[in-house]
């Protein structure tokens, strides 16, 4: 059963980016998806699947954020964005982390890795990381470091990026705070990096998180969220030419997310969508309601339709409860992926008597007469 409901589209965001994911976290609603799959070089963005497996460990009774973790020559050894870590240092944990969500430290990073690493290296810790990053979602994600240092082989999808953000957020709203924080002054010795590189935490528009990324092969990216009300968007571009065009597709990006889409509420918790045949039933329909206000993100402005499609398999054979779940609806704004919400029965429906079961069985073997016997194949 086809219903149109009003007429909506959504106007696409033309991105400058390699690749690009925008997902509307509330409603679980694709926004945007450019080359969302290709394995990419991440860069730093990599590193927010180290702070995964951290948090991990501190959750589980592993790691914790007072514990002092050495720093070996391999760790201190890396160039780049570094917290200036040497072997005579013990750090904490804690400091180790804000090392790497403020500071970007390719160093932390190691020092973690070689803490919870299988077999104590890094290596082994990045084998770990592409098992763990397999097991929650991450389809297109290989790791051979800790910090997304150039290195062959070492790849993550954008739509991977924007699931471990989901988790990021999800899973570990007690650490999540951290990546707001704009500056992180670390025993005085790296004046030159204190602040936090994501550029859209000075800007008022929501956001407060996660990680930018840059190397000469991978370009600029940033795996960003925000959040304005009661929504939250997460979005990840990839393969920016400067630090000034990534910030400027940033904002941009959220400006558009929250601008042009909305929640809207396209039916009410227990009023009829529409009716299903019933089978030898005390009645032969059942109303077919949403048990929950039916709320679902839609572009804002008007120039397509939005499709709605009623689907179950019927008739549906008594007896059917109140509130039982009978049928979805499907609902296809142009532009933007379908959505399916449940429908359940609006009351009850009871067997049908005698009489109702004699006519049910009288109709049935009618058909059958007139449609004949089935014939065997030629």
Known sequence: MMLCILPLTAHAFDTSAKAAYVLDQTTGTVLLSKNADDPLPPASMSKLMTLYVAFEAIRDGRLTLDERLPVSTHAMSYKGSTMFLD?????????????????????ACAVIAEALSPDGTEPGFARYMTERAQQIGMTSSTFTNSNGWPQAGHRMSVHDLAVLANRL???????YPLFA?????????????????????????????LKTGHTQEAGYGLVGSAKQGDRRVIFVISGLETEARRAEEAEA????????FAEKTIAKAGTPVTEAEVWMGGQSTVGLVPATDMTILLP???????????????PIKAP????????????TPEGLPETRLPLVAGHAVG??????????AAQYLITQFLNGPPTEAM
């Open 169 to 175: 957020i999800s899973d570990f709203p007690e650490f």
């Open 181 to 209: 924080e704009r500056e992180f002054v670390f025993d005085g010795r790296a004046p030159s990096n204190t602040r936090n590189r994501n550029p859209l935490l000075n800007l008022d528009i929501g956001a407060d998180g």
């Open 253 to 260: 990006i959220v400006n558009w997310s929250f601008r042009q």
């Open 87 to 107: 072997t005579n240092d013990r750090v904490r944990v804690e400091d180790l982390l804000r090392g790497i969500i403020v500071l970007s430290g390719n160093d």
């Open 351 to 360: 067997n049908g008597g005698f009489l109702v079961r004699v006519k049910t």
């Open 300 to 314: 804002v402005l008007s120039a397509g339709n939005l499709n709605a499609e009623v689907v179950y398999t019927g």
């Open 320 to 331: 059917i409860a109140e509130g039982q779940e009978l049928a979805e609806l499907v609902i």
